[in-house]
């Protein structure tokens, strides 16, 4: 194939396995407060002071800086993100709403670095090989489009359904979707060999129930997700270098170029859009929600507010010439 080697049927069942283990337990985590305090504090305990010290040490293919600052870093954002789901004040508190836009901004920042530091690596190094080039340089440069494009914290919200999900209606699919394409040029330039379960199947596994399971809550489900992930591969490396339903990329450097030829254009694409609603609606991005005139950001807004403050929804200023998608 021209992304990876060879794909046998069960590595296609495994994937399928992971992917919807994935949204199941993301589920669980999200529904219940118990299962998420279960799974993003007492689990990481246990796992931080016997698990992973002896297999995401050194020379592991998860023993990297990069591993240990994304895992923690992740679950940081699950417990911030459950402070402001379930500690009303917090919700209200706007220095707090600014947190996971932070947090984002954090998670894709060291994703970039990585991307530049990867660049000047060829072969072998820290147990995945890399081919490096000027695709890491051209991803680098959309993950800092996509982490400038983040906007519209201001208007995060908790649903008002017994899940008490983070809502953030101003993170449009658009912007999703470029976040997917940069993470996954991203994770096939840097652990190319963990892409099939780490790009495909993880961002997958939030952007499904982003879109048909509870609008609105990518960011969370990304970090349950993630975290999650996270947990798994540095406690089982090997799942995704020696087993049997490991999958190798291609290491093609025409594959590693299209994939990040496609994210820089889709974060360009996404950017030049953002500065148009700035200019022409006269929003201020590091204040306003900028996206209040289309229908998505509508619907999930009110959604998703209590029943009070979704009837008391005013319309939005551009009403007279709205845009839906």
Known sequence: MFLFESIPWYAWVMWCVVLVALIALNEVTRRWKWAGLAFF???????????????????SSTGTWFHWVK???????????MLIRYVPRLARNRWMLMFPALILAINIGEAVVR???????QGMHDGVFMVGG????MNGIAGILNLVTI????GIIVSRDRSKDMIWPDMMWFWIIAYDLWNFAYVYNCVGDHAFYAGAALLISCTIPAFFIKKGAWLQHRAHTLALWMMFTMAVPT???SSPFAVDSSHNPTALFVVSALSLAANIAVAAYQVFTIVQRRRNPLRDELYTHLRQYREVREANLPDESAEALPAPREATRAVTV
Do not use: H, I, Q, R
Not at 41 to 59: E, H, I, N, Q, S
């Open 239 to 241: 799942f995704v270098t």
């Open 115 to 121: 991307d530049f530091e990867v660049a000047g690596m």
């Open 151 to 154: 906007c519209g914290w201001a």
């Open 134 to 137: 000027p695709w890491n340089y």
């Open 41 to 59: 504090v007492a689990l990481p305990l246990v796992l931080t002071l016997f698990v992973w010290p002896t297999t995401a040490g050194a020379g």
């Open 71 to 81: 895992v923690y870093s992740a679950l940081v954002g699950c417990l911030g993100f």
